[in-house]
């Protein structure tokens, strides 16, 4: 099993949109690196979901369900999408200060490329971040 994080605007699509709809697809993505990452990932991978702008926190846990699969928002039809089933919410939300503020994530992509909306998380960080978020992953 691998561990993602996705970033999604709240105002656009929040966790409890995910939680609402149990099962949702994760379209929209158009930067070349994060629809990489979306065709790397696999049934039964994790994902956390992180509510970007003005949040910028982990705030549940996903699950892929559906592997990657032609993206009908983009006209281009060049990128994909995949499904996430909503898991649960964390214990405690982890922001991105206190993501910053842990020297064991120095190198963990949130860190690195902020602005990248779907990145790997290795398992290292996965294992951390579940116990700063008081979750079992």
């Known amino acids: 099993m691998a561990y993602w994080l996705v970033k999604s605007e709240?105002?656009?699509?929040?966790?409890?949109?995910?939680?609402?709809d149990g099962v949702a697809e994760w379209d929209g993505v158009r930067n070349h690196q994060a629809a990489n990452n979306l065709r790397a990932m696999k049934?039964?991978?994790r994902a956390f979901f992180y509510h970007s702008v003005n949040e910028k926190r982990i705030v549940g846990v996903l699950e892929v369900v559906r592997e990657f699969y032609p993206?009908?928002?983009?006209?281009?039809?060049?990128?994909?999408?995949?499904?996430?089933?909503a898991l649960f919410p964390v214990k405690r939300p982890v922001t991105l200060a206190?993501?910053?503020?842990?020297?064991?994530?120095?190198?963990?992509?949130?860190?690195?490329?902020?602005?990248?909306?779907?990145?790997?998380?290795?398992?290292?960080h996965w294992?951390?971040?579940?116990e700063m978020a008081e979750t079992e992953g």
């Open 10 to 20: 709240p105002g656009e699509w929040s966790w409890d949109d995910h939680v609402r």
């Open 43 to 45: 049934i039964g991978d």
């Open 71 to 85: 993206d009908p928002t983009d006209p281009s039809g060049r990128f994909d999408m995949v499904d996430f089933k």
């Open 127 to 130: 294992r951390l971040l579940c």
């Open 98 to 124: 206190e993501i910053k503020a842990e020297p064991a994530l120095a190198d963990f992509a949130l860190v690195r490329h902020s602005r990248l909306s779907v990145m790997p998380v290795s398992d290292e």
